[in-house]
């Protein structure tokens, strides 16, 4: 089986990704933990790591190289804080990389089920079958009136974040993204970068998630933030149908961008993915009938500068990653 992130799914022309996120605590340590204390919850979760029933491998950060440790936020699979941490920090991970718990970041734990496209149904059902066995397994702090206690007060109650990625060129292109990011935002989502919080867009992808996490289950969070995703996608969908109307102008943007990635032979990681967005456009639409949903999956990871030295199994500087990219870039096109 592929990884999550090299897969298409329900709708994966504007919802490249799904995440449900659970914020949790162990009850016998405070929630400002200090590097000692952080350093006993990870040997309790080491020890229980094998009762997870999900074929979790429990690794910590330490123990990684810095090329290691930043292809996984380039994945989106652990944040950029977690990475920095030199002492201490872990992460519970199956081979598919789709379920991944970390440990001593902003939490105790945080229970991340990830998948390909638009599938929030089926991802909190994972997520909270690996939330009821981490439960089983570890005694979670949480009271009768605030449900799940966190670290971050806007964490309390469920502890749940429900995120979509979303690419939305054709809102970008019409110049109406600014209008539909605050209509979201009004109806109590946020929107983030695509490495999440504090951090910028890349490419027109947009994160998109939940705030309210008390009062409210597991159930009505995923159900609401699937309401207003179907909503972007019909807004970005009709956003292309206005740009098809000047076809040649977009099929000459599109294939300009596609010549380009196919036939450089240096190019910075920029660079490739804001040409990146507009070949996946153009994939999407119809127009450039040579690549692949695959392909693009497979462009947006490897272009990356750790996953692309991982790809090669070396380290590089700034000019030979550019040139190896341009190579691997052709290689993936031309498959």
Same mark, same amino acid.
């Given at each position: 089986m592929s990884n999550?992130?090299i897969q298409?799914?329900?709708?994966?022309?504007?919802?490249v990704?799904?995440?449900i996120?659970f914020?949790r *605590?162990l009850a016998e340590f405070?929630?400002?933990?200090n590097?000692?204390?952080?350093?006993q =919850?990870?040997?309790i979760?080491e020890?229980?790591?094998?009762?997870?029933? &999900? *074929?979790?491998?429990f690794l910590?950060?330490?123990?990684m190289d810095?090329?290691?440790?930043?292809s996984?936020?380039?994945?989106n699979i652990?944040?950029?804080?977690l990475?920095t %941490?030199?002492k201490?920090g872990?992460i519970l991970?199956?081979?598919?990389?789709?379920?991944c718990?970390?440990?001593n970041?902003? $939490?105790h734990?945080r229970?991340?089920v990830?998948?390909?496209?638009?599938e929030? $149904?089926?991802?909190?059902?994972?997520?909270?079958?690996? @939330?009821?066995k981490?439960?089983?397994?570890?005694?979670?702090a949480?009271?009768?009136?605030y449900?799940y +206690?966190t670290t971050c007060?806007?964490?309390l109650?469920?502890?749940?974040?429900a995120s /979509?990625m /979303?690419?939305l060129p054709?809102l970008?292109?019409?110049?109406?993204?600014?209008k #539909?990011l605050?209509?979201?935002t009004?109806?109590?989502?946020?929107?983030r970068?695509t490495h999440g919080?504090n951090?910028?867009? $890349?490419?027109?992808? &947009?994160?998109?998630s939940n705030?309210?996490?008390?009062? #409210?289950t597991e159930e009505?969070?995923?159900k609401?933030?699937?309401?207003i995703?179907?909503?972007?996608i019909e807004?970005?969908r +009709?956003a292309?149908?206005?740009?098809?109307?000047?076809? =040649?102008?977009?099929?000459?943007k599109? &294939?300009?961008?596609?010549?380009i990635?196919? *036939?450089?032979?240096t190019?910075s990681? *920029?660079?490739?993915?804001?040409l990146?967005?507009? /070949?996946?456009?153009?994939?999407?639409m119809?127009?450039?009938?040579?690549? !692949? @949903?695959?392909k693009i999956s %497979? +462009?947006?990871l490897?272009?990356k500068s750790a996953n692309?030295?991982? &790809?090669?199994g070396?380290k590089?500087? !700034?000019?030979?990653k550019e040139?190896?990219r341009a190579?691997l870039i052709?290689? =993936?096109?031309e498959?």
């Open positions: 999550w992130y298409s799914g329900k709708d994966f022309d504007v919802v990704s799904t995440r996120r914020s *605590n405070r929630f400002n933990t590097q000692n204390e952080e350093k =919850i990870e040997k979760i020890e229980k790591a094998n009762e997870t029933g &999900y *074929n979790l491998k910590r950060l330490k123990d810095e090329i290691t440790k930043l996984l936020v380039e994945k652990i944040s950029p804080e990475a %941490k030199e201490t872990a991970i199956n081979e598919e990389e789709n379920i718990i970390m440990i970041e902003e $939490e734990l229970i991340q990830f998948n390909s496209g638009l929030l $149904e089926s991802t909190l059902a994972l997520a909270i079958e690996v @939330d009821e981490i439960q089983e397994l570890l005694n979670i949480k009271s009768k009136e449900g +206690l007060p806007t964490n109650g469920t502890g749940m974040r /979509v /979303v690419h054709g970008t292109k019409t110049g109406n993204i600014r #539909i605050n209509t979201i009004s109806f109590g989502m946020e929107i970068g919080e951090t910028k867009s $890349e490419g027109d992808m &947009y994160q998109i705030k309210q996490t008390l009062g #409210i009505d969070i995923a609401k933030l699937k309401i995703t179907e909503k972007i807004q970005e +009709l292309r149908k206005y740009l098809a109307k000047d076809t =040649i102008e977009l099929e000459d599109v &294939y300009r961008s596609y010549g990635l196919k *036939n450089c032979r190019i990681q *920029n660079e490739a993915i804001r990146l967005t507009d /070949v996946k456009l153009g994939t999407d119809g127009i450039i009938k040579e690549m !692949t @949903d695959k %497979k +462009l947006y490897y272009i692309l030295q991982k &790809y090669f070396t590089m500087d !700034t000019q030979e040139i190896k190579e052709r290689n =993936i096109m498959s």
